[in-house]
């Protein structure tokens, strides 16, 4: 199963300038609940904002650099070979960004585990829209603004159709 894992603003913003807009840490919480233990595919850039790979996954970066190499990660040079690389493995892989590989990647897609942030944001990557004929709610969960939490956001979980 592929899963695009994401957090997207009310107007379709997910970063801006290589890097999150926003600090919400239960959806850090569960975007480690959901990952840890799978394959993850990221882009160079993602990889770069985070600086680091993510510990208890396999972490694989797309890049069109031939020479790009960083400790505790496997590369590779189109989504579907990140993808083709992920499902020798596990059954369950997540591609968790950016904006283009999200766009890639998104025909693979059988599940997108989105956080809509109640709140729009200025920013320069945008998350593809996603159409009701082609995708189903299974969950949802809302979580208002607290101390931790600037904004308010919810947990939705979309099924393709």
């Known amino acids: 199963m592929t899963a695009l894992v994401v957090a997207v603003a009310d ?45 208890n996954r396999r972490n694989i970066v797309v890049t069109r650099q031939a020479d790009w190499q960083a400790a505790g990660c496997e590369t590779a040079a189109s989504v579907p070979q990140a993808l083709e690389l992920a499902r020798t493995t596990d059954e369950q892989m997540f591609v968790i960004g950016g904006g283009e590989i999200y766009r890639q990647a998104l025909p693979a897609a059988d599940v997108v585990y ?40 919810s947990f939705v979980t979309l099924r393709r159709r």
């Open 114 to 153: 989105l956080t809509e942030v109640h709140h729009p944001f200025e920013g320069d990557v945008t998350f593809p829209d996603l159409t009701a004929s082609e995708w189903r709610e299974e969950t949802r969960q809302r979580h208002e603004p607290d101390e931790k939490h600037a904004y308010a956001f």
């Open 11 to 55: 107007n379709g913003v997910i970063g801006g300038e290589n890097r999150l807009l926003w600090h919400l840490p239960l959806d850090l919480k569960h975007f480690k609940q959901l990952t840890q233990g799978h394959p993850i595919v990221m882009g160079r850039k993602t990889y770069e904002s985070i600086g680091r790979p993510l510990p």
